[in-house]
């Protein structure tokens, strides 16, 4: 979301005001850019989310849009928790251990490669610390989110449209320090991710291949994670189209500006929503639907006991 065709900012800001929110999460590219016209771009972002943030926490991680002088401008406006720069980090709000990644971390190589497997060997641990059994029963659901997607249907040639994402398999040839291993193995039962400037709901899907939880349920005991781009708040670049087929993995999408909400009912059951913000009066729900898991830890174990 940024300064210039922010079309979801004022829904937030009213719905935040409202009390409907106990935060928000922005995964990823702020301001277009922050450190655009000396900063002063991003000092007018800041400004613009302040009766946001200033009333919950405002939650985000890197996008490529960051980047610039090694992401300095995102390093230094915001302070997110257990973290010395933002850029990975975890944190609890009731019944959900949230987990916010840099993906940006294996495109921008000329800012060190080290940065990989350490995010990638703090994320394995911090996996392991949120499926210890005391922790699983308190906090139950797992939801990561980073900026770049493992999985899109767009008609353009980022990472995401690729058969084997640098996010998902890893580095190019050796496979190192791929993601969905980790999603899959750990339990994390939903993934939310941006970049691409349009919504989309996949079925829930590990290496390629669905893994509902029944034909007629999918989404109750999923066998794998869910993912969900939700990158269409509103920018100055505009929307990005899907291209002419639709994967059998995706279930909804839609190139509608809006914003996304999670309700987590309880241990069993988290609500999700996209709002469409088309019409400028009136926020629309165009896709509404339910995760219900009865179980939670590693996938393996989950189909396992079924």
Same mark, same amino acid.
């Given at each position: 979301m940024g300064n210039a065709n922010a079309q979801s900012l004022p829904f937030l800001q009213e719905e935040t005001q409202r009390g409907d929110y106990d935060a928000i999460i922005h995964v990823g590219d702020f301001a277009y850019d922050m450190d655009s016209d000396n900063a002063?771009?991003?000092d007018e972002f800041m400004r613009q989310i302040q009766s946001i943030a200033a009333y919950v926490p405002?939650?985000?991680c890197a996008g490529n849009h960051e980047q610039q002088y090694n992401f300095s401008n995102y390093k230094n406006r915001f302070t997110m928790p257990h973290s010395d720069d933002n850029m990975f980090f975890s944190y609890n709000i009731g019944p959900v251990h949230? *987990?916010? *990644?840099?993906?940006?971390? %294996?495109f921008f190589l000329q800012y060190g490669f080290k940065q990989i497997p350490t995010q990638y060997d703090w994320l394995v641990k911090d996996l392991k610390e949120a499926n210890r059994i005391e922790n699983r029963i308190k906090r139950p659901w797992i939801v990561l989110y980073g900026h770049r997607p493992m999985y899109c249907s767009n008609n353009d040639t980022d990472?995401?449209?690729?058969?084997?994402?640098?996010i998902r398999v890893g580095l190019p040839i050796l496979h190192w320090f791929g993601l969905e291993d980790l999603l899959y193995d750990y339990g994390v039962d939903l993934a939310f991710w941006a970049h691409?400037?349009?919504?989309?709901?996949?079925?829930? *899907? %590990?290496?390629?291949? *669905?893994?509902?939880?029944?034909?007629?349920?999918p989404y109750t005991n999923p066998k794998a994670s869910v993912?969900?781009?939700?990158g269409s708040a509103g920018c100055e670049e505009d929307h990005d189209p899907f291209g002419t087929s639709k994967p059998e993995w995706t279930a909804f999408r839609s190139m509608d500006y809006g914003f996304t909400r999670l309700n987590v009912y309880n241990s069993t059951h988290v609500h999700i929503q996209q709002i469409s913000v088309d019409n400028p009066t009136e926020a629309v729900v165009i896709d509404d639907f339910w995760i219900i898991s009865y179980d939670h830890g590693p996938f393996a174990a989950r189909a396992y006991n079924e």
């Open positions: 002063k771009v991003g405002y939650m985000v949230f *987990i916010s *990644i840099s993906t940006e971390f %294996y990472d995401c449209t690729k058969l084997n994402s640098v691409e400037h349009s919504y989309e709901r996949l079925y829930p *899907i %590990y290496n390629l291949q *669905i893994m509902k939880g029944s034909s007629y349920a993912h969900v781009t939700t």
